[in-house]
């Protein structure tokens, strides 16, 4: 009796190293990228939340609350409203004066100079 051996051809090898290489370069592209999408994603919810402390800032001072809320009238005063009182660091905003009972958009410089807007709302 005659024992044959089983196995993969050299071709068959090289057909499943081609098509390897084939779907990595079509992956790769794909995820290069991310680190700049998600620096921007990360500036995008800093400054929601720089919009959102405005916000509840103003009603606050509004309601006559004024011992936990700040006086807004800098585009800059918007990092003392987020806890913890300051910007994240590597985050920079653009000054620019806000008038009381106004609104303003602002612009606010992320890591990789990824930048966004948000809206400070001026209260004395």
Do not use: H, W
């Amino acid at each position: 009796m005659k024992s044959r051996q089983s196995g993969f051809t050299l071709i068959e090898l090289v057909m499943v190293i081609v098509i390897i290489g084939i779907l990595a370069a079509i992956a790769v592209p794909k995820f290069v990228d991310l680190s700049s999408q998600a620096n921007q994603a990360a500036t995008n919810g800093v400054a929601g939340a720089l919009s959102s402390a405005a916000a509840v800032n103003y009603a606050a001072r509004k309601a006559g609350n004024t011992a936990n809320t700040s006086a807004v009238d800098n585009c800059n005063d918007g990092g003392t409203l987020l806890q913890g009182g300051a910007l994240p660091t590597g985050y920079t905003i653009t000054s620019l004066a806000v008038a009381a009972d106004a609104t303003a958009s602002c612009t606010l410089t992320g890591p990789g100079t990824t930048t966004a807007t948000f809206t400070a709302i001026g209260i004395n």
